[in-house]
């Protein structure tokens, strides 16, 4: 059932789509703001926040994006919220170990390890937008969308972070080489 289905049937009161619902994206988007906290009780209380305005928002949902984009906009609001609250900036965030777990052998796993290292010493914004486009797979314009910011700022940002992130790379090798 795609998500449409759900979100009509939720909207009709069907508890068990919200499940599906949430069974589908929680995973996904629990990593997502891991990624921006880098702390795994404020990831679930986050997590928990985020279902819970989907579940009474959803009525406000006009599928202008993908239902997948708005729930990403909902935990990015989420996030930028529980910080405010905190009186704290965001963190520096690594990717998730399991992102970078493998089926292939140690050496990969190394070459993954330092790409993940690399990844952790950019800065923020950087890293967002790489987790956004390579790790979760939007597209220019929901990447744009969720941050809130125009797909040139977000060709442009990708453009530096990758940069940064082959300069980063390339002295790792010449630095471990």
Do not use: C
Request: charged fraction near 30%; hydrophobic fraction near 35%; glycine fraction near 4%.
């Amino acid at each position: 059932m795609d998500d449409k289905e759900l979100i009509h049937r939720i909207l009709e009161g069907d508890e068990l789509a919200l499940e599906a619902l949430h069974k589908r994206y929680a995973r996904q988007i629990y990593h997502y703001i891991y990624t921006e906290t880098k702390n795994y009780n404020d990831a679930e209380e986050i997590l928990q926040e985020v279902f819970y305005k989907v579940s009474t928002k959803l009525y406000q949902f006009k599928q202008r994006s993908s239902f997948k984009t708005w729930i990403y906009v909902i935990a990015r609001n989420a996030i930028i919220d529980y910080y405010r609250k905190q009186e704290n900036q965001l963190k520096t965030i690594p990717l998730q170990e399991e992102l970078i777990e493998h089926n292939g052998g140690f050496e990969r796993g190394e070459i993954l390890t330092d790409l993940q290292h690399s990844i952790e010493r950019l800065p923020l914004k950087y890293r967002r937008i790489l987790h956004l486009r390579y790790i979760e797979g939007f597209s220019l314009i929901d990447t744009a969308r969720i941050i809130g910011v125009s797909v040139m700022s977000v060709k442009s940002t990708q453009k530096r972070a990758k940069k940064m992130l082959k300069m980063q790379l390339d002295e790792g090798v010449a630095w471990n080489g």
